[in-house]
């Protein structure tokens, strides 16, 4: 008899937070790592959210509510969607979840059986890539251009379209690269859709970043399109916009209610519910006035930090990066680098075994943690299968301005540092830390 089921190892996990012992290794051994790798708002939950929290903690709002997610609730997302998408909404066809994670797994739960196929952007979301096997299903990455500004073609969306397609992910503006595209483009990529794929076949549209936009860009989405309502799920949440990563609440509006019904049968098998306070903040964040200058400051913030940050950025010898349109992430090029260094000679020299455990960009990675305590995401952390050859880092931006130029000069050191990337080849700590 065996301990595991099979599927147990065939989920993967969210390389932000597994470089955790890492950075406490350093820390440890060397001092104060510069942490550019997690995608968190370094603001505060603006204040009249963190009132009405406090206030229905002292009404005792703090017991079982509606595993769907509270009406008052509903109903508030229901109508701002409604707004922004051009959409009638019914609050029956929202479900509240503990955060943005649970539905996208739970999607391809719902939707998919062994076979079916699975498209996802890559790079994007791990979470996405992650859940596809652990289900039984086909992992097709949707490979984003950096020569289209990290976006895809509807031509090359149309060759990987099958029958066995059952679930399609887009996410903008997207994590990693801060990818935004227009309303033509979406109304491309939908007519693609509406073209190729029965009504049976879902899009589900994360949206999470939806309100993080630069240089006075709108964000669309697909479901807005003539056609794509019927089809698409609406995902986002809280935690971004609100800078509200620890509240864990997210949404997503489904196609039909009996869809909606079905995924709150799960949220009573697997969370029972939301907390209810934590509900009513989010209403208030929704329906409360200060709440757009909160996010509107925030957002000014993330696009100056952009500006300053890309600049430097693209002065270092090796990189090369693009300008995101959204999200607070920097996702460069260090082809350069990894030439330039020898990473990817080291790399090509490894064994079959070593090769599959890392990356060009991953030994980078870990190189500018243990020898220049600046700790970012390499490609792979976004999706891998696929992305031998493609050589990104990802920056997070959600940092002070002063660290993120502290962070850029350790970078910009590390690419010179020829005698330290000999020395780690040698040493390897990075296989030496759990």
């Not at 109508?79 to 479900?95: A, M, N």
């Not at 509240?96 to 999607?107: D, E, H, M, T, W």
């Not at 300008?323 to 460069?332: E, I, M, R, T």
Request: with cysteine; proline share 6%.
């Amino acid at each position: 008899m065996r301990l595991y089921a099979d599927r147990t190892f065939c989920i993967d996990t969210e390389n932000a937070f597994k470089i955790g012992p890492h950075i406490e290794t350093v820390e440890h051994e060397s001092g104060t790592v510069i942490k550019l790798n997690l995608g968190e708002p370094d603001f505060s939950v603006p204040t009249h959210i963190k009132d009405e929290i406090k206030r229905q903690l002292d009404l005792d709002n703090t017991h079982y509510c509606d595993p769907k997610g509270l009406l008052t609730l509903r109903v508030a997302i229901s109508k701002q969607i409604s707004e922004t998408r051009g959409l009638e909404v019914d609050p029956e066809r929202v479900v509240v979840f503990p955060g943005g994670k649970p539905p996208i797994g739970l999607a391809q739960q719902v939707y998919c059986g062994p076979g079916d196929e699975v498209i996802y952007p890559s790079p994007g979301f791990p979470i996405y890539e992650s859940f596809v096997r652990y289900v039984g299903a086909v992992p097709v990455p949707l490979h984003l251009d950096e020569n289209y500004n990290f976006a895809f073609t509807p031509e090359y969306l149309s060759k990987l379209i099958t029958p066995q397609t059952k679930l399609i992910y887009l996410n903008f503006p997207s994590n990693p690269t801060g990818g935004v595209v227009s309303t033509k483009q979406l109304e491309d990529i939908a007519q693609v859709i509406l073209d190729l794929c029965p009504e049976e076949v879902r899009v589900y549209s994360d949206e999470i970043y939806e309100n993080i936009v630069f240089d006075d860009q709108t964000h669309s989405s697909i479901a807005s399109i003539p056609g794509m309502e019927s089809r698409t799920i609406i995902a986002s949440g809280f935690s971004k916009t609100y800078a509200w990563t620890g509240g864990r609440i997210g949404y997503a509006i489904f196609p039909t209610e009996e869809e909606a019904n079905v995924f709150k049968n799960l949220n009573i098998n697997y969370f029972s519910c939301v907390a209810p306070y934590n509900q009513e903040g989010a209403r208030v964040a929704l329906e409360s006035h200060l709440s757009e200058k909160s996010i509107s400051n925030m957002v000014a913030k993330f696009q100056e930090r952009r500006d300053v940050i890309l600049k430097k950025l693209n002065n270092i010898t090796g990189i090369s990066c693009e300008k995101p349109g959204g999200a607070f992430y920097l996702f460069p090029n260090i082809s350069g680098i990894c030439v330039n260094l020898g990473i990817v000679d080291y790399y090509a020299k490894l064994s079959t075994t070593e090769r599959a455990k890392t990356s060009p960009s991953g030994l980078f990675q870990m190189f500018a943690l243990y020898h220049h305590n600046v700790a970012v995401l390499d490609r792979q952390s976004f999706g891998k299968i696929g992305s031998e050859d493609q050589h990104y880092i990802r920056l997070s931006i959600a940092s002070d301005l002063q660290l993120l130029e502290d962070g850029v000069r350790h970078l910009s050191d590390a690419v010179q540092d020829y005698s330290g990337i000999d020395k780690f080849f040698e040493t390897r700590p990075d296989l030496n830390s759990s």
